[in-house]
């Protein structure tokens, strides 16, 4: 069972930038990631993804904004995001696509002034 640790989530007003970390169990090597949120009274939704060669692609209300990253060598994903919203605030998880039956804690996300 993969372990999933978020960090680098916090408080930033709307126009700000954060960094978020995601460090698995398991080697990613091979294997698409991806970053999802969850904001109260809402499902969990994808908002970047990573293939293994680089290719990304992201949700329509975060594209120009968030680029997700990934370094094989530290087994790290990473979720720049920049031009923050107060609709970005959520729980951000990240995971890979042949582990979401499992999910880590997520990393809080709070925009606001």
């Known amino acids: 069972q993969v372990r999933l640790v978020e960090a680098g989530g916090g408080l930033v007003q709307p126009g700000g930038s954060l960094r978020l970390t995601c460090i698995p169990s398991?080697?990613?090597?091979?294997?698409?990631m991806g970053w999802y949120r969850q904001a109260p009274g809402k499902q969990r939704e994808l908002v970047a993804h990573?293939?293994?060669?680089?290719?990304?692609n992201y949700a329509a209300s975060v594209k120009g904004r968030f680029t997700i990253s990934r370094d094989d060598a530290r087994n790290t994903v990473y979720l720049q995001m920049d031009s923050l919203k107060p609709e970005d605030t959520a729980v951000y998880y990240c995971n890979g696509d042949i582990w979401t039956n499992n999910w880590g804690q997520g990393t809080q996300v709070t925009v606001s002034s």
């Open positions: 398991r080697s990613i090597m091979n294997i698409a």
């Open positions: 990573i293939l293994s060669d680089g290719a990304t």
